[in-house]
């Protein structure tokens, strides 16, 4: 009976700590991005070079932090209900794959590829791509000239 005891306790506790993760820091930061100030400003092929080069301090300078980053656009994406804009990374091999909010949809149609464009995302890493999510336009004024 003690045994079952513990495991219960201890699913609770898991059960507990993944809502507070989810809830408390991941949806309030997805939330109000718009609104909140980036903790990082860096230009789309100086983050990737920073993974490329390093991909363990990077990690510990970009992930899961707001990041506001100026690119080109080097490609626009619509698949899967996802709305994706690519920036060129440090080489034409490289990118900075930024997934849009679904309320960006109507901007993000209205950009161009070799467009210069300012977002705000959330670093989730690097795979061959430096990966930002959440991600919103903060230079509007742009897109409508």
Known sequence: MNKNIYISIFLSLIILVGLYI???VYNNR??????????????????????????????????????????????????????TVLLYGHTKYTSVLCDMQSDQIENVKKLTKGQKVKLKGICKGFLKDAILLNCVLINNDQINE
């Open 30 to 83: 997805v939330d109000d991005i718009k609104n909140v100030s980036p903790e990082v400003k860096i230009d789309s092929g100086q983050l990737v070079s920073s993974f490329i080069l390093n991909e363990e301090n990077a990690n510990s300078v970009y992930r899961n932090k707001v990041v506001e980053i100026d690119g080109t656009v080097k490609e626009i994406n619509f698949y899967n209900n996802r709305n």
């Open 22 to 24: 989810y809830f408390g």
